[in-house]
């Protein structure tokens, strides 16, 4: 079916209204409500993640997720009122793409065990933990992959709106092959829990997230960080990491990482742009003897 406009995308859902409590239409990039229906007026043009009273951009971010893989997604929220289940799909008009939500309150189907005996903040630690599980690398417990390709296009689109510098570390433990291959994979599993647990706590002092790309290689996104700041992040994540002894079953390794920066300031990249440059900076340290920081 072609819709013309969001609009008729809403009029088209309430007949499904019976279904579901809350309809929206979502930009999945500026993550702004464009269209709504709900029993209770709620206020159009907010951005989607204030329906549940936290103030922070969704972890899962299931609209996200249904715009760059163009299927239909499912997850629990709960907005300190009700829980509910969040449906999202996405649906191509001829100029955009939007995503449309679905809310049905489920809170008396018992999803949540003794739901009357629970606290607020116990119910959020609940479903927050629930969210969190899918975008978490299970080794390292910093984010994953997929949280990079979820949240990594709308720092971008935030940055490219606001005028604002966005930069990029990417961090590759040097050598690691060898330590695999010398003492084994589980004791290259507690490295790199060692290394990402050493990298998350720097970042968190610089508002920033850290995510695992793959193998033994992290991200560290840093908003509106322009390059002098984020040369200086990478140099106190190299600083924390210097001579840090990352212990597994008796022995003592310490490891070292190649590091590249990238900052945007007004280019208009996307992701695999992005992510390339920063790429090719790390690939430059190699060359000059790894245990080293390049930066643009």
Not at 183 to 188: S, W
Not at 196 to 211: F, L, T
């Amino acid at each position: 079916m072609i819709f013309q406009d969001s609009q008729k995308i809403v009029e088209f859902m309430l007949n499904f209204q019976g279904l579901f409590d809350v309809i929206r239409v979502v930009d999945p990039m500026s993550r702004k409500v464009v269209e709504y229906f709900e029993r209770e007026p709620f206020l159009q043009g907010g951005h989607c993640y204030d329906y549940w009273k936290n103030g922070v951009l969704c972890a899962n971010c299931i609209s996200s997720r249904a715009f760059l893989q163009e299927d239909t997604f499912v997850k629990i929220e709960y907005n300190k009122d009700k829980i509910y289940m969040a449906m999202a799909s996405p649906v191509i008009l001829p100029e955009h793409t939007y995503v449309v939500e679905m809310l049905k309150d489920v809170t008396e189907t018992g999803i949540v065990p003794d739901m009357e005996r629970k606290t607020i903040d116990e119910i959020n630690g609940i479903i927050e933990m629930l969210n969190l599980e899918i975008v978490t690398d299970e080794l390292t417990q910093v984010y994953n992959r997929r949280y990079i390709n979820e949240q990594l296009p709308t720092e971008l689109y935030d940055a490219a709106t606001e005028g604002l510098p966005l930069s990029v570390i990417m961090m590759d433990i040097d050598h690691f092959k060898a330590v695999n291959d010398t003492y084994g994979h589980v004791c290259g599993d507690e490295v790199l829990k060692t290394f990402s647990s050493v990298i998350r706590s720097v970042v968190q002092e610089k508002d920033g997230w850290v995510a695992r790309y793959g193998g033994d290689e992290f991200l560290v996104v840093l908003p509106n960080t322009g390059p002098q700041e984020a040369n200086t992040a990478a140099q106190d994540l190299c600083s924390a990491l210097a001579g840090r002894e990352m212990g597994c079953t008796g022995r003592k390794i310490c490891a070292t990482v190649s590091v590249g920066t990238y900052t945007v300031m007004g280019q208009a990249l996307n992701v695999e742009e992005l992510l390339a440059r920063v790429d090719q900076n790390v690939y430059r340290a190699k060359e000059r003897g790894r245990n080293t920081v390049v930066s643009d």
